[in-house]
């Protein structure tokens, strides 16, 4: 690894799913006031996250597919309500 390219505050912290509780420990920059004692009896800084990999519906498998095909099809109707229309406007203005 190349020296002095990484910031003077690069060191190991804990990372805490709040959602699932699911912790790892990696290298960050990030700031926090609380800390933690790690498996290896170590304390190190603790961040807490809102959402991870170990909670997040795509990695977790519960994702939602959303209906595609019916969007497009209400995009279509759309778009043909809106070429009738515009139809409709240009023969107006050629009628006055």
Known sequence: MKKDIHPQSYRPVVFKD???GFSFLSQSCARSRQTVTWEDGQEYPLVVLG????????????????????RVDKFK????KTKAAQKQA???KKKR
Request: proline residues 3%.
């Open 51 to 70: 959402i991870s990999s170990a909670s997040h519906p795509f990695y977790t498998g519960q994702q939602v597919f959303v209906d595609t095909a019916g």
């Open 18 to 20: 709040s959602a699932s």
């Open 77 to 80: 109707q759309r778009l043909a």
């Open 90 to 92: 240009a023969g107006f």
